[in-house]
Nanobody, 120 residues
Framework: VQLQASGGGLVQAGGSLRLSCAASGRTFSGHVMAWFRQAPGKERELVAGITSGGSIKYRDSVEGRFTISRDNAKNTMTLQMNSLKPEDTGVYFC???????????????WGQGTLVTVSS
């Protein structure tokens, strides 16, 4: 499985970005998919995850601002990010998981990351 993340960029606080993740090779149908982010000097953290059945979980700080979705037929996943804040800055990674988890060790396929920079 190869995951390709795209859509990052520079945006002012309050703005929006839409991240996309495309999978090639084996599909991600039947697997947990998630977005993680890593800010400079910090550990990688779960932003949002979505199970194959459509159950969704967000980290508290993005709840109500970010929306995760997936299209199993197209092997794509998106993260709509609204009302962005400077603290949302980081490299965003899409990942396919073995099981639902907030731990990076439970995700065995990763995209290359796309940089999101939110200026104040």
């Amino acid at each position: 499985v190869q995951l390709q993340a795209s859509g990052g960029g520079l945006v002012q606080a309050g703005g929006s970005l839409r991240l996309s993740c495309a999978a090639s090779g084996r599909t991600f149908s039947g697997h947990v998919m998630a977005w993680f982010r890593q800010a400079p000097g910090k550990e990688r953290e779960l932003v949002a995850g979505i199970t194959s059945g459509g159950s969704i979980k967000y980290r508290d700080s993005v709840e109500g601002r970010f929306t995760i979705s997936r299209d199993n037929a197209k092997n794509t996943m998106t993260l709509q990010m609204n009302s962005l804040k400077p603290e949302d800055t980081g490299v965003y990674f899409c990942a396919r998981g073995i099981q639902w988890s907030e731990q990076t060790n439970d995700y065995n396929y990763w995209g290359q990351g796309t940089l999101v920079t939110v200026s104040s």
